[in-house]
């Protein structure tokens, strides 16, 4: 079974700077898909970024982005620019065709935001 | 398009009582899961269906059952509720490899 790992359970960061959350995951398929998972006090699951494993290009939406290590199994957020709206709980998540595409979830990383 | 919804978003049981929860999509998706998520930790996956009529265990099934009829629908029963169910459930639904959109949550306690 994939294991993923955040190594951070709590993080600050001052309002417009920037912050990385790792995360770190253990596979020997070849062929899956990540994803960080924004959860606010709504509870709501909210998809902040996702990266194909087959692509060398780090994906980037808008402030966020990721720098994805394959051979070293990392997958680390960045967030720019940081808005008191990003602080939440994130997700980092391995999902591969097992499980019906089920999504193996790391515990979590708090963000704070601080003005 | 409602999206993901879950009925109900709370409920509190006493050790021993039975309900169900109900997961509902109206995208035509093909896959729905059922996961919960305890302090501390992630989501962890129940059980899932990879289309109607069928079912599937995922890494913490014991003590739940699941049902599929229809392929909007996903269903998760609990027959005889214990404390250690108590949790956030989260019902999600995909079309196959595709995001996963998950539903606000049900808060149940088992006292």
């Known amino acids: 079974a994939q294991t993923v790992t955040q190594s951070q359970p709590e993080m600050s960061v001052q309002e417009a700077e920037t912050v990385t959350l790792s995360c770190t995951y253990d596979t020997s398929e070849s062929d899956y898909y990540l994803f960080w998972y924004k959860q606010p006090p709504s509870r709501q699951m909210i998809l902040v970024i996702r990266?194909?494993?087959?692509?060398?290009q780090n994906a980037t939406e808008n402030r966020f982005s990721v720098n994805f290590q394959k051979a070293a199994k990392s997958f680390s957020l960045k967030i720019s620019d940081s808005q008191l709206g990003d602080a939440a709980m994130y997700f980092c998540a391995y999902r591969s065709a097992q499980s019906g595409y089920a999504l193996n979830f790391g515990k979590g990383t708090s963000l704070l935001v601080t003005p | 398009n409602a999206g993901v919804t879950q009925t109900p978003k709370f409920r509190v049981l006493k050790t021993g009582q039975s309900m169900t929860l109900l997961c509902a999509q109206d995208?035509?998706?093909?896959?729905m899961y059922w996961y919960r998520q305890d302090p501390g930790m992630g989501l962890r996956l129940i059980h899932y269906?990879?289309?109607?009529?069928?079912?599937a265990k995922g890494e913490v099934p014991d003590g739940y059952n699941v049902s599929r009829l229809k392929k909007q629908n996903f269903l998760l029963g609990l027959e005889s509720a214990a404390p250690s169910q108590t949790s956030v459930y989260f019902c999600?639904?995909?079309?196959?490899?595709?995001?996963?959109?998950f539903g606000p949550g049900t808060r149940l306690t088992v006292l």
């Open positions: 269906s990879v289309g109607e009529g069928t079912t």
């Open positions: 995208m035509n998706h093909e896959y």
């Open positions: 990266q194909e494993a087959y692509k060398q």
């Open positions: 999600a639904s995909s079309y196959s490899s595709r995001q996963q959109f």
